[in-house]
């Protein structure tokens, strides 16, 4: 991942964190089957303003091409989904993930989903369907098909772990 992305994540971290820690950062917590200390989506303005928007449909672009499927040059077939009757905007979002924190097996909706490695000093994997572990580094990227069964273990360590996930469309 190039480092100026990176930073806009950073970025957008520092932002989350601020909610998080707001008093009624509650409200914006995201509410999902797993157990993270708090999951948080990315404002909608700041995923438009960003780098990262254009990066994530060229990465789910360059991975449909890999599996084979052509999806032409003229038009736009991937997208970041959106999600239009929720304060959310897009799929995109921080994963706070604190000590007993755990993410039991599940799939997204949309047709590919991502993480984003923030911050990963203890090496937690995100395990997937099959005992495949992923050990994701700072800065690493790991993109699967959404209907992929993943998972994050009970999160052991005194260590802050934080990724960034998102999910998207493939209109084609």
Known sequence: MPNEIFLEISEFVKHCRKVKDHPLGSLRNH??????????SIPKPLIEESFLFPYLIKLGEHFLRLQGIEIGEEKRKVRLRSTHNH??????????TNKNDN??????????????YYSNQDNCPTIFEG???YFGKEQE??????????CVETHVSDNERITLSFNLDYTG
């Open 131 to 133: 005992d495949v572990k």
């Open 103 to 116: 993410n039991p097996f599940h799939t997204h909706l949309g047709s590919l989903s991502g993480v984003i």
């Open 141 to 150: 990227i790991v993109i699967f098909p959404s209907t992929l069964k993943h």
């Open 87 to 96: 304060f959310d905007g897009y799929d995109c979002w921080i994963n706070f």
């Open 31 to 40: 509410l999902n089957g797993g157990e993270n200390s708090y999951q948080i």
